[in-house]
Nanobody
Framework: QVQLVESGGGLVQTGGSLRLSCAPSGRTFNTYALAWFRQPPGKEREFVAGISQSGGSTSYADSVKGRFTISRDNAKNWVYLQMNSLKPEDTAVYYC???????????????????WGQGTQVTVSS
């Protein structure tokens, strides 16, 4: 069982930046597709960004494209989400996810991932 631990959330003003990190405890996840999801208050969890096992394929939600960047370091077993030009609508709990069924791409659905972190809060003030 892979356990994921997110860090880097916090409070930031509109236009600011944050960098989220996610690391596994226990098994390594260099063979997994990885992704970030978020859950705004009162809404369902939604896909933010995903990265394939090799890092060669990435995908983003339209709402974050051009502002957020997902990356991974398989040597250190970390995955990152660099978030720039943050907006109040980016406020949510952000979750790291790892999936072991897909390698050449990262699914955009919650069902595509078996392992989840506990979440980290990101709040963007206007």
């Amino acid at each position: 069982q892979v356990q994921l631990v997110e860090s880097g959330g916090g409070l930031v003003q509109t236009g600011g930046s944050l960098r989220l990190s996610c690391a596994p405890s226990g098994r390594t996840f260099n063979t997994y597709a990885l992704a970030w999801f978020r859950q705004p208050p009162g809404k369902e969890r939604e896909f933010v960004a995903g990265i394939s096992q090799s890092g060669g394929s990435t995908s983003y939600a339209d709402s974050v494209k051009g502002r957020f960047t997902i990356s991974r370091d398989n040597a250190k077993n970390w995955v990152y989400l660099q978030m720039n030009s943050l907006k109040p609508e980016d406020t949510a709990v952000y979750y790291c996810a790892a999936g072991d069924r897909y390698f050449t791409y990262a699914p955009r659905t919650v069902a595509g991932y078996e392992h989840w972190g506990q979440g980290t809060q990101v709040t963007v003030s206007s």
